[in-house]
């Protein structure tokens, strides 16, 4: 098995697109044992017991090219697959580590948005959250207190239903939306570094 194989096969869990990747990978990996089989084949019958008339030489070379077409295409999935998951990686450190108040800002407003009366309520009171949210201190302590912990406390604050998981989950929604993946609650210092 090659290693753009054992690099899918050791993340989990996969999406539907990536088992169907690693299939395709599989099935490619596959297709070379065999085309190396026939290559071994045709070897050894032009070596033990020649058929006349037939060209072992032509037979040999179409295998041999499909063979390296077929590792082309299995390096290239195998590449594109691992630079996905690389820019993954990377969106999903941008947002945990870059910057969590973002995060924690889209919980509030979706409370905000559920329960405001009017445009103009929802957005002053939006402006007031991350109004409070920039100062240092409070900064600070949303960079260390996690994310349902600080939501629960600022739907406290402001008079919001406290749900942070509901929230939390609009708030997720909308950072994949903008093409970022939702971070787990983990501190910041558990994830891998980014590059």
């Known amino acids: 098995m090659d290693e753009a194989q054992t690099d899918l096969e050791s993340e989990a869990p996969l999406t539907p697109a990536e088992e169907r990747a690693a299939r395709h990978l599989r099935l ?6 065999i085309q190396i089989e026939v290559a071994e084949a045709a070897r050894t019958e032009a070596v033990e017991a020649p058929q006349p008339g037939v060209d072992y030489c032509q037979r040999i070379a179409v295998i041999a090219r499909s063979l390296r077409l077929t590792l082309l295409l299995e390096q ?19 947002v945990t580590q870059g910057d969590r108040s973002h995060r924690v ?11 405001a009366e009017s445009e103009a309520e ?11 949210l920039e100062r240092p201190e409070v900064a600070e302590r949303v960079e ?16 919001l239903p406290v749900e942070p998981e509901e929230w939390l989950a609009v708030a997720d929604a909308a950072l994949e939306q903008l093409g970022f993946l939702a971070p787990a609650d983990d501190p910041p210092e558990d994830l891998p570094a980014p590059g």
């Open 105 to 115: 800002f889209l919980a509030v407003a979706a409370a905000v948005g559920e329960t």
């Open 144 to 159: 260390s207190c996690p994310a349902p912990a600080m939501v629960a406390e600022l739907c406290r604050q402001y008079g």
């Open 122 to 132: 929802d957005a002053r009171l939006c402006h007031e959250v991350r109004e409070y």
């Open 28 to 33: 490619l990996a596959r297709m070379a044992e």
């Open 76 to 94: 290239t999935m195998g590449e594109a697959r691992r630079e996905e998951r690389r820019r993954a990686a990377g969106r999903q450190v941008a």
